[in-house]
């Protein structure tokens, strides 16, 4: 059983620019929840998917946007960036919105 | 809004000590309490959760305690390690959506 990997795991970005962030999610699960983890903060939900819709979502603009694929695989694409979009960038699986929820290990997003 | 507010911000203890946490909620209609563990460079790990039926819950060296009436819920460990260093973060959430304290940075000093 593999756990939650992201890719990639670091990544600078030029203000304006767009970027995809990648998660696959843990076997047999089939949601994945964003996050944004500004230093020094806990982490900010951005949205949920489950099997393939988007399922809730948080105070975060509409250039935060995400897909789920068929094998429950997710992106994460933020549009014209800006420096404030700096941050860790946390993907969680889950069976389900009401169990346990594992996180990757994250994508560190630089916006210079 | 959602709210969850965590205490301490730093907490340092001697190896073999205690250490306690203490997170309150706003929404009262949150049902699940999980605690993470964040080492530096990697994403939160779970330690322990805690569903709102449930008063206690102990892991080993860890427990969770909830108390629904006052929205406290508060995270024990017991004869502390220093790789229990590490920053730890409490959580609320309803229908799958974690609200996340500011988090607690824990230093075990051998």
């Known amino acids: 059983e593999t756990g939650v990997t992201q890719s990639p795991t670091h990544l600078i970005k030029t203000r304006g620019q767009q970027v995809t962030l990648r998660c696959s999610s843990q076997s047999g699960h089939n949601t994945v929840s964003w996050y944004q983890q500004a230093l020094g903060q806990g982490p900010q939900f951005i949205f949920q998917y489950y099997r393939e819709e988007e399922n809730g979502r948080g105070n975060f603009p509409p250039r935060f946007s995400g897909l789920q694929f068929p094998n429950y695989s997710s992106e994460l694409n933020v549009n014209a960036l800006e420096l404030d979009d700096s941050a860790l960038y946390l993907c969680a699986s889950s069976l389900g919105e009401k169990t346990e929820a594992f996180f990757g290990q994250g994508t560190r997003l630089t916006v210079v | 809004g959602e709210n969850v507010e965590q205490h301490p911000s730093t907490l340092s203890v001697q190896e073999g000590d205690s250490a306690v946490i203490k997170c309150t909620y706003s929404d009262s209609a949150s049902n699940y309490f999980p605690w993470y563990k964040q080492e530096l460079g990697k994403g939160p790990q779970l330690i322990i959760d805690?569903?709102?039926?449930?008063g206690e819950k102990k892991d080993q060296r860890i427990a969770v305690t909830l108390n629904k009436t006052a929205k406290h819920f508060s995270l024990h460990i017991t004869e502390t390690q220093p790789e229990d260093s590490a920053v730890y973060f409490c959580a609320a959430s309803r229908g799958g959506k974690l609200i996340f304290g500011q988090g607690t940075e824990l230093s075990v000093k051998p």
């Open positions: 805690i569903r709102s039926n449930v």
